[in-house]
């Protein structure tokens, strides 16, 4: 069974910066990629029609991101620690919503595959972020 926990979500003023963090609980987190998806508020949708964010493969050496997070979002991931860091910077209001973390098994780094929703076996529960202007 694999459990992922979010972590680090909060309130902050436009301009500012959150590290989110996702915890997996997994014998082997090196075999997992790892995405992170949001639902802006208001929209309660299922969870496969949440936003794409970030992604990592299951080495780290290939990152994708949203157009709208590119140059402020940067994810990473420590082996070790078995956690996937989402460090976001120069926040603004549309960056509202709950963050999700979620991982797959996969050895690829299709955009593709990392970018879905639907490819995606774990998810974690959610963690608020919300950014006021």
């Known amino acids: 069974q694999v459990q992922l926990v979010e972590s680090g979500g909060g309130l902050v003023q436009a301009g500012g910066s959150l590290r989110l963090s996702c915890a997996v609980s997994?014998?082997?987190?090196?075999?997992?990629?790892v995405g992170w998806f949001r639902q802006a508020p208001g929209k309660q949708r299922d969870i496969r029609e949440s936003d794409f964010v970030a992604a990592i493969n299951w080495s780290g050496a290939t990152t994708y991101y949203a157009d709208s997070v590119k140059g402020r979002f940067t994810v990473s991931r420590d082996d070790a620690k078995k956690t996937v860091s989402l460090q976001m910077t120069n926040l603004n209001p549309d960056d509202t919503g709950v963050y999700y973390c979620?991982?797959?098994?996969?050895?690829?780094?299709?955009?593709?595959?990392?970018?879905?929703?639907?490819?995606?076996?774990?998810w974690g529960q959610g963690t608020q972020v919300t950014v006021s202007s």
């Open positions: 979620t991982a797959d098994e996969y050895f690829g780094s299709s955009f593709g595959h990392l970018g879905s929703t639907y490819e995606y076996e774990y």
């Open positions: 997994v014998r082997t987190f090196s075999n997992y990629a």
